[in-house]
């Protein structure tokens, strides 16, 4: 069972994701918070399997509340989900900056936001098809700012972990990874847990960002 606590200032938007995701067999709401401050309180308290934020809420935005969770400095994070009515760049980046798993627009239709939770929850992440391109493209010109460089990362991954880190940036699953290069999907997974730690990332999606901003691979025109 996928546990989520969802947090935004509409009792509309609370109310209705919480039916949504509540519906679902899988999943279940273990509580609701209002802004950024209960949120945050909440979420240590219950430690859900996914925090679902917004970004603009009372006391405590969703991107101050991600990095509380899931930044940098935090030893036992939480998987973030960021669902936002606002695609402005500043908020994306904020937000994966801040540790966030996954970034959602509220307009997204149903069964994406249900697919994105059950993402998140696995450790995948997610970002809107929308945003996707600009969203790496714009890392691939910032400044540098994960932990291990890319020519460090020459010498730190593996010639396998280096194949599974392209093939995760052209957005293949585990599963179309392991058809790949004719391995078990339990090795595709071993594989990425030892990886992600050495890259500084805490999920699939940060590991793709990374290997753009770092130029392991190049964002297509």
Sequence with gaps: MIRVVIADDQPLVRTGLSVLLGAEDDIEVVGVAADGIEAVSLARSLRPDVVCLDIRMPG??????????????????????????????????????????????????????????????????????????????????????????????????????????????????????????VLEISTVKSHLARMLPKLGVRSRLQAVVWAYQNRVVEVPD
């Excluded at 997204?108 to 995948?124: H, K, L, N, Y």
């Design 60 to 181: 405590r935005d969703g991107i101050s509340a991600a990095r509380e969770l899931c930044g940098p400095e935090v030893a036992d994070p939480l998987p973030v989900l960021v669902l936002t009515t606002f695609d402005l760049d500043d908020y994306v980046f904020g937000a994966l900056e801040a540790g966030a798993s996954g970034f959602l627009l509220k307009d997204a239709d149903p069964d994406t936001i249900v697919s994105a939770v059950r993402s998140v929850a696995e450790g995948r992440g997610t970002l809107d098809d929308a945003l996707t391109h600009r969203v790496l493209r714009e890392f691939a010109t910032r400044r540098r700012t994960m932990p291990v460089t890319a020519q460090r990362a020459a010498d730190v991954l593996t010639a396998r972990e280096t194949e599974i880190l392209l093939l995760l940036a052209q957005g293949m699953s585990n599963e179309e990874i392991a058809g790949e290069l």
